[in-house]
């Protein structure tokens, strides 16, 4: 039988992430490029953020070209930028954010795994005729129950959250990770902590 899901999170109930969720204005609108596998997994982060911020878009496959949106984008690519890291892209420091709201209309993220993401960047040349940035002094993950051997790797989730962060000027959007740690929290309490420990706890050197 199947289990009961809560009609607006779509998580089963037992996990219903509703009491945690935050409705918050992006500082320009939001574009995921979200590879098909991530639908298919249970504690991915872009369904947090379709719940929780605003104006965003996700657009599902591995090449988006001849999409309306990328056509649109396309017409203003000064306006945007992707969030992946190049050989020349912009460093965003997140010790000195900025203000960029009034210059930046759209940011794209990529929503996979490493692999996956760099995919998606290699069918969509488009890409490449957008400004470019990444992340630096970005503080570690708190996505503790997705395992990552990329070193400095964040959730999409936090990826969003920090580009926010910079564009805007200020933090005001630390309130995403109130249903990503219910998320989490919720997860380690099923698995049990010692099964957490034994695969997901981070280990000394």
């Known amino acids: 039988m199947p289990r009961k899901l809560c009609e607006h999170c779509q998580r089963p109930l037992a996990v219903c992430i509703c009491p945690y969720l935050v409705q918050l204005q992006a500082p320009c609108k939001l574009v995921i490029l979200q590879h098909p596998s991530e639908q298919k997994q249970a504690l991915a982060t872009v369904p947090l953020l379709q719940l929780s911020i605003s104006p965003l878009e996700v657009l599902v496959g591995e090449a988006f070209e001849h999409t309306d949106t990328v056509q649109a984008l396309l017409k203003d690519p000064e306006s945007c930028r992707v969030l992946f890291p190049t050989a020349d892209s912009e460093s965003w420091d997140l010790s000195a954010p900025n203000k960029l709201s009034d210059s930046i209309s759209t940011l794209i993220v990529i929503d996979g795994t490493w692999r996956k993401a760099k995919r998606i960047w290699h069918m969509n040349p488009w890409l490449e005729r957008l400004p470019c940035v990444h992340l630096s002094n970005v503080p570690a993950t708190e996505y503790q129950i997705r395992s990552s051997t990329i070193k400095g790797g964040v959730s999409t989730l936090e990826a969003v959250m920090h580009g926010c962060h910079y564009i805007s000027g ?36």
Do not use: T, V
């Open 170 to 205: 200020h933090e005001n959007y630390a309130d995403l990770l109130k249903p990503f740690h219910a998320m989490i929290d919720m997860q380690i309490k099923k698995m049990g902590k010692e099964i957490f420990l034994a695969h997901y706890a981070q280990k000394e050197d």
